[in-house]
């Protein structure tokens, strides 16, 4: 398995413009959660999937941002319009969670998006 | 709501001296406690992990304690090596119980921690 893949790496935009962060799971995974990391907030849980579904959005910032997750393999973050304190990087994570105390719950990351907002 | 604080933010030890990071946790339910590593521009990697059964966990040079009275976990490194240098994560979640937010993974604010040649 390739493991947790997203894309871009990088994106340099500028203020008001949209940006989508894409992310595609390990296969099997029924858990998959958006993370924003910055050196003063750290890493912070923006939303999480399970089996497609928003279970919490709480940490999403804003009505800026939204995520979808269409089917099993794919989801997207998206911001519109984008701000200069969104500057951070993205990173997505996967879990497959058994529902007993084996192995449960371990996240496997993506190499994250590092979004510049000039 | 659910939060995980971490101490210390920053700690420097001498290589082969001993390093340990604490974490305290508010969800009393919380049973998962994940440790992550992250190397400077790579992505966070689990390192070891204990469960509310078990008091402690050991792997190699690294540890971890549970407290689940006091609510909170430490994470022990012992004879320090250069390639511990790195940004430390601990995080608490609850696992085995299918309600909606009961697995979300919150994370501490982090521990950068360098080993001295």
């Known amino acids: 398995d390739a493991g947790v893949i997203q894309s871009p790496r990088h994106e340099v935009t500028e203020m008001g413009q949209e940006v989508t962060l894409r992310c595609k799971p390990i296969?099997?995974?029924?858990?998959l959660f958006w993370y924003r990391q910055t050196m003063m907030r750290g890493l912070e849980l923006l939303i999480y999937?399970?089996?497609?579904?928003?279970?919490?959005d709480s940490g999403m910032p804003e009505d800026r941002f939204s995520a979808k997750m269409p089917n099993a393999s794919f989801s997207t973050l998206k911001i519109q319009p984008s701000e200069p304190r969104d500057s951070a990087v993205y990173f997505c994570?996967?879990?497959?969670?058994?529902?007993?105390?084996?192995?449960?719950?371990?996240?496997?990351f993506g190499a994250g998006s590092r979004l510049t907002v000039l | 709501g659910e939060n995980v604080e971490q101490h210390p933010s920053t700690l420097s030890v001498q290589e082969g001296d001993s390093a340990v990071i604490k974490c305290t946790y508010s969800?009393?339910?919380?049973?998962?406690f994940p440790w992550y590593k992250q190397e400077l521009g790579k992505r966070p990697q689990l390192i070891i992990d204990i469960r509310s059964n078990v008091g402690e966990k050991k792997d190699q040079r690294i540890a971890v304690t549970l407290n689940k009275t006091a609510k909170h976990f430490s994470l022990h490194i012992t004879e320090t090596q250069p390639e511990d240098s790195a940004v430390y994560f601990c995080a608490a979640s609850r696992v085995g119980i299918r309600h909606s937010s009961a697995s979300k993974i919150i994370f501490g604010s982090g521990t950068r921690l360098s080993i001295r040649p």
């Open positions: 999937f399970n089996n497609n579904v928003p279970i919490d």
């Open positions: 994570a996967s879990s497959l969670e058994t529902g007993s105390y084996s192995g449960a719950n371990v996240l496997t």
């Open positions: 296969s099997g995974h029924d858990y």
């Open positions: 969800d009393s339910a919380s049973n998962y």
